[in-house]
């Protein structure tokens, strides 16, 4: 397959180190504009290395379960776990802002109302006449790009994200799957991206 030629232009605005609890990550912010209150952000541990393959999280904020501990999703236990793997690899999680796949933190609540009443969570989406996913990963290539990324470890488990880095100049080496175990509260949103987006973990 041709790699097409990677077009989104962001501007690193500003980093700093920021201890936490899985080690010390330069925290990069990436706008447009440094008036941009909601930049991309890059974690790259203190260890990064881009001259190797390289441990990469592309990971949409979602800002119930990371902030709050939802567990209608596993977005907060897959963003701890992530950063957990790449402080051991010297790796990186980029966190993008793309609330609710995309249809922003208003649009994901009126989803939620819903799903609460039987709709799934691709249902649901459609039914309020939304993408199922509108997440857009030119924007996660592009940061790569800044930090002279060019072949990652890519840790995910969704199809989506490796296809956009495949049809970058990016090279994918490997697939780290990212395993968290279900909880009933997001069972039933798991089985959803399993089976009916082909997300690529087991059910335990």
Same mark, same amino acid.
């Given at each position: 397959?041709?790699k097409?030629q990677?077009?989104?232009? *962001?501007?690193?605005? @500003?980093? =700093?180190?920021?201890p936490?609890p ?6 990069? @912010?990436? =706008?447009t504009?440094?008036d941009?209150w909601?930049?991309h952000?890059?974690? +790259?541990?203190e260890d990064? $290395?881009?001259e190797g393959?390289?441990l990469t999280r592309?990971?949409?904020?979602c800002?119930?379960?990371d902030l709050f501990g /939802?567990?209608?999703c596993?977005c907060g236990?897959q963003l701890? !776990?992530?950063?957990?793997?790449t +402080?051991a690899a010297?790796?990186?999680?980029? %966190?993008? !802002?793309?609330?609710?796949r995309?249809?922003?933190i208003?649009?994901k &609540?009126? =989803? %939620?109302? &819903?799903q ?9 989406? *459609?039914h309020?006449? &939304?993408?199922?996913d509108?997440r857009? %990963?030119?924007?996660?290539? +592009?940061m790569?790009q800044d930090?002279?990324v060019?072949?990652?470890? *890519?840790?995910?488990? $969704? ?6 880095i495949?049809?970058? /100049?990016l090279?994918?080496?490997e !697939?780290v799957p990212?395993?968290? /175990?279900?909880?009933?509260e997001n069972?039933n949103y798991?089985?959803?991206?399993? $089976?009916?987006?082909g997300?690529l973990?087991? &059910?335990l």
């Amino acid at each position: 397959m041709t790699k097409k030629q990677d077009s989104i232009s *962001l501007v690193r605005q @500003a980093e =700093a180190m920021i201890p936490t609890p899985w080690g010390n990550f330069n925290m990069i @912010a990436y =706008a447009t504009s440094s008036d941009d209150w909601m930049p991309h952000i890059a974690m +790259a541990h203190e260890d990064f $290395n881009s001259e190797g393959p390289v441990l990469t999280r592309i990971h949409s904020e979602c800002i119930t379960g990371d902030l709050f501990g /939802s567990k209608r999703c596993d977005c907060g236990e897959q963003l701890h !776990r992530a950063l957990e793997m790449t +402080a051991a690899a010297g790796g990186i999680v980029l %966190y993008l !802002r793309q609330e609710g796949r995309g249809i922003g933190i208003i649009n994901k &609540l009126k =989803a %939620y109302q &819903l799903q609460d009443i039987g709709h799934n969570t691709i249902d649901a989406n *459609l039914h309020l006449g &939304l993408k199922v996913d509108a997440r857009q %990963y030119d924007i996660a290539v +592009a940061m790569l790009q800044d930090l002279k990324v060019s072949t990652v470890k *890519l840790l995910t488990n $969704n199809p989506g994200k490796i296809e956009a880095i495949e049809n970058s /100049s990016l090279h994918i080496i490997e !697939r780290v799957p990212l395993i968290v /175990s279900p909880q009933k509260e997001n069972k039933n949103y798991l089985d959803t991206k399993k $089976n009916q987006m082909g997300h690529l973990f087991d &059910l335990l």
